[in-house]
């Protein structure tokens, strides 16, 4: 089975990684071609994207076909990383997935994504349902197909094809406060998996409670893009069960109060408040820490404390 990257902080390591994809491009890149398939010359972007599902090839939709679909539109987006509203050439995810899986990819769980330099994010099915995801392949205010990302003070050309996805967010505060989470560019691949396949730590044990699985899908709809649970998942915040689970030193009271709003509790937190426009926040909660009960009594007991002292 393929190794999922530890981490799903898109911004983060893929930035990481184009800078390694840069420094290695003058090089002559022979180690890429695993990556972008044999059709394109080294230093080229790819001319077709591959999807894939459960890690068997399906097929691909080459750009030249993509940018003619009937639903291809100018888009106007706040852009996470020029920090204003950016107009772009694009298709609407679902109109693609339809056409490369028919109607069957919305029963999947999990998109994953490869980029150019190999980094691979990955974003629930019920993120794409629920929101206007779309596959920018131009940008319509200029030439080129790059953006500028600002960090420590710099100012740094960022190529964005063969493809970017963007969202529609002008008008929908939930994705603006979620901010390049979700917006991972040079695309030049798609799989369909399940969580049980990544995330395999992260999955309750067997005979969990109901609860338990349901806040399990909450916890992986809301927060392991940004937390790990037994190694798996972002790395954003900190790990929250082994060794040492946020239940061992807070109360389950305090927990909801943060979950549901943590700048009350600490106004200079990076922690974004759990999405507000959920109609039933309250039960949510009490099943994200129903399940991060049962995953701290799952825990193997921590070193030292078993009776042969190892
Ligand atoms: C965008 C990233 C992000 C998301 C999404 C996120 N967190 Fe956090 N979380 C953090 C960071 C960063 C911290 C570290 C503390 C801080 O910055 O204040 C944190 C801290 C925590 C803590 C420790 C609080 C304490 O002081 O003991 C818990 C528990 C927690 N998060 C649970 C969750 C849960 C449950 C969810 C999903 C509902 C979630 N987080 C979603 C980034 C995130």
């Not at 491009?25 to 790819?46: H, K």
């Not at 069960?241 to 943590?262: F, K």
């Amino acid at each position: 089975m393929a190794r999922w990257p530890a981490s799903e902080s898109c911004a983060r390591r893929r930035h990481q990684g184009f800078r390694a994809l840069q420094s290695v491009r003058g090089a002559g890149v022979v180690c890429l071609g695993l990556v972008l398939g044999s059709a394109a010359p080294a230093g080229e972007p790819p001319t077709a994207l591959k999807f894939l599902r459960h890690t068997q090839a399906t097929g691909e939709l080459r750009l030249s076909e993509l940018r003619e679909m009937p639903a291809a539109r100018t888009i106007r987006v706040f852009e996470p990383y020029e920090e204003r509203e950016v107009a772009f050439h694009a298709v609407p995810l679902p109109d693609v997935l339809d056409a490369a899986y028919s109607s069957s990819w919305r029963e999947e769980e999990e998109l994953l994504f490869t980029c150019l330099d190999g980094y691979q994010p990955g974003i629930p099915v019920a993120r794409v349902l629920a929101h206007s995801a779309w596959l920018a392949f131009g940008r319509a205010d200029q030439d080129d197909f790059a953006v500028w990302k600002h960090e420590s003070g710099r100012r740094q050309w960022i190529p964005l094809a063969p493809l970017y996805l963007v969202w529609e967010n002008l008008s929908n505060a939930q994705l603006r406060d979620d901010g390049d989470y979700g917006w991972p560019y040079q695309l030049t691949a798609i799989d369909l998996v399940r969580t049980r396949d990544r995330f395999p730590n992260m999955l309750p044990p067997e005979g969990a409670s109901r609860r338990a699985q349901a806040g399990f899908r909450e916890f992986r709809a809301h927060c392991s893009r940004c937390h790990r649970i037994n190694g798996d998942g972002g790395t954003i915040g900190q790990e929250l069960n082994d060794p040492v689970s946020p239940l061992d030193y807070r109360d389950s009271d305090w927990l909801a109060r943060w979950i549901s709003d943590p700048r009350a509790v600490n106004p200079e937190t990076r922690m974004p408040p759990l999405n507000l426009a959920l109609a039933d926040r309250e039960r949510v909660i009490r099943d994200i820490l129903e399940y991060l009960e049962t995953m701290a009594a799952a825990r193997p007991e921590p070193r030292g404390s078993r009776p042969d002292g190892r």
